[in-house]
């Protein structure tokens, strides 16, 4: 019995060690799981506060208002006016001008900016012509913007044509000036003329610059291909762009020695947050592929027409670059007259060299 008692004795401890051996792995896989599983509530935890504290900081960034707008900007919409189109208010300025003179000026602007761009040559205009008229279209600077909308070319020349008639011009012959987006829809204005569409222009004259009319020669900036072809994306972007994302953009399409001023990049700014402006843009880049789309109505109506045309253009333009483009150009519309400014005037030459700009369409103008 004692000695049964002792083999008892020394199993019970052998038996212990065997059961503690055994469980040693088990404890530190047990550990191992625990602390993974803390690590992994830590770093939960962790993207909590991040979200408490990004969340109320992007529905912030998202409400931020507009910039106030510039004495600039006030003195160019203090001088203009709003007639209404299907519903929606459209902003443009109509001044008198040379006493002497019976012609009439309609300035296109560009994308994404407003009439304001004409600014800088508007008065010497005015003492060349009896009136200087400029809008912002549908969906640009003080104009309304919908949305949702279906933003097209086609509406922004209806949107010409109503104001034209509005202003008691339908019947009078008119110099159209356009720059970029406002060379797309001075197009289709072009092809309704020379069609005899109902409620057309009577165009006296067409001046075209640095716009993407041709599909083959146009390169549109990156933004701009993410907005039009990203319907989820361009959502996003178009809420989380902001001031310096912008005047970063609207940098490369400027000369390296014709950048605009602080002031002039807010100016542009405001003028696209103006109504939540920048909410549209994806909407109103549909262009570039309407472009595409209706190429041979547009190119044919250009290149057939025998309304007098000319080309100011600014050859170091990414968008529609040199040689190419004024290659292309001129093969396919012989029938106009081409000015190139000098080779460091980028896309918009009438901000870049207003004198150069200016003295190539009086010099067209006047020439017939």
Same mark, same amino acid.
């Given at each position: 019995?004692?000695a049964?008692?002792?083999?008892?004795?020394?199993?019970?401890?052998?038996?212990?060690? #065997?059961?503690?051996?055994?469980?040693?792995?088990?404890? $530190?896989?047990v550990?191992?799981?625990?602390?993974?599983?803390? %690590?992994?509530?830590?770093?939960?935890? *962790?993207?909590?506060?991040?979200?408490?504290?990004?969340i109320?900081?992007?529905?912030v960034?998202?409400?931020?208002?507009?910039?106030?707008?510039?004495?600039?900007?006030q003195?160019?919409?203090? =001088?203009?006016?709003?007639?209404?189109?299907?519903?929606?208010?459209? /902003?443009?300025?109509d001044?008198?001008?040379s006493?002497?003179?019976?012609d009439?000026?309609?300035?296109l602007?560009? /994308?994404p900016?407003?009439?304001?761009? *004409?600014?800088?040559?508007w008065?010497?205009?005015?003492?060349?012509?009896?009136?200087?008229?400029?809008?912002?279209?549908?969906?640009?600077?003080f104009? #309304?913007?919908?949305?949702?909308?279906?933003?097209?070319?086609?509406?922004?020349?209806?949107v010409?044509e109503?104001?034209v008639?509005?202003l008691?011009?339908?019947?009078h012959?008119?110099?159209?000036?356009?720059? #970029?987006?406002?060379?797309?829809?001075?197009?289709?204005?072009?092809?309704?003329t020379d069609?005899?569409?109902?409620?057309?222009?009577?165009?006296?004259?067409?001046?075209?610059?640095?716009?993407?009319v041709?599909?083959?020669?146009?390169?549109?900036?990156?933004?701009?291909?993410?907005?039009? #072809?990203?319907?989820?994306?361009?959502?996003?972007?178009?809420?989380l762009t902001?001031?310096?994302?912008?005047?970063?953009?609207?940098?490369?399409?400027f000369?390296p020695?014709?950048?605009?001023? $602080?002031?002039?990049? *807010? $100016?542009?700014?405001?003028?696209?947050?103006?109504? %939540?402006?920048?909410?549209?843009? %994806?909407?109103i880049?549909?262009?570039?592929?309407?472009?595409?789309?209706?190429? $041979?109505?547009?190119?044919?109506?250009?290149?057939?027409?025998?309304?007098?045309?000319?080309?100011?253009?600014?050859?170091?333009?990414?968008?529609?670059?040199?040689?190419?483009?004024?290659?292309?150009?001129?093969?396919?519309?012989r029938?106009?007259?081409?000015?190139?400014?000098?080779?460091?005037?980028?896309?918009?030459?009438?901000?870049?060299?207003?004198?150069?700009?200016?003295?190539?369409?009086?010099? /067209?103008?006047? =020439?017939?």
């Open positions: 019995m004692t049964t008692h002792k083999a008892h004795r020394n199993d019970t401890p052998n038996g212990a060690a #065997d059961v503690r051996q055994d469980s040693a792995p088990v404890s $530190d896989s550990s191992w799981e625990c602390d993974t599983l803390l %690590d992994d509530l830590k770093m939960r935890e *962790w993207w909590l506060h991040v979200g408490l504290i990004c109320p900081l992007i529905a960034y998202l409400h931020i208002p507009p910039p106030q707008l510039s004495p600039a900007l003195k160019w919409h203090s =001088s203009g006016a709003y007639f209404t189109f299907r519903g929606n208010r459209i /902003f443009y300025r001044t008198p001008g006493v002497g003179s019976s009439v000026a309609i300035l602007h560009g /994308f900016t407003s009439s304001l761009d *004409w600014h800088k040559i008065e010497p205009l005015n003492q060349r012509f009896n009136r200087v008229i400029a809008l912002d279209f549908l969906g640009f600077g104009s #309304d913007k919908p949305r949702p909308h279906r933003y097209s070319i086609f509406e922004q020349a209806s010409v109503a104001l008639s509005y008691g011009l339908a019947e012959k008119l110099n159209l000036l356009s720059h #970029d987006y406002g060379d797309t829809v001075a197009l289709e204005l072009l092809y309704r069609h005899n569409r109902t409620g057309h222009l009577n165009i006296n004259s067409l001046c075209l610059s640095n716009g993407g041709f599909p083959e020669t146009h390169h549109p900036r990156l933004l701009q291909t993410l907005l039009k #072809d990203s319907s989820f994306l361009s959502t996003v972007l178009t809420r902001n001031y310096m994302i912008f005047s970063k953009g609207i940098a490369e399409v000369g020695y014709t950048q605009p001023s $602080d002031a002039e990049y *807010w $100016d542009m700014w405001t003028g696209v947050r103006y109504n %939540d402006g920048n909410l549209v843009m %994806d909407s880049l549909q262009f570039i592929n309407q472009r595409v789309k209706h190429r $041979d109505r547009w190119v044919e109506a250009l290149s057939s027409t025998t309304i007098p045309l000319h080309m100011i253009y600014g050859p170091l333009d990414p968008v529609n670059p040199h040689p190419q483009f004024i290659i292309h150009y001129q093969k396919l519309v029938r106009s007259t081409v000015l190139v400014l000098d080779e460091h005037i980028s896309h918009y030459p009438q901000l870049e060299d207003p004198t150069g700009f200016l003295n190539s369409y009086l010099n /067209f103008i006047n =020439s017939f």
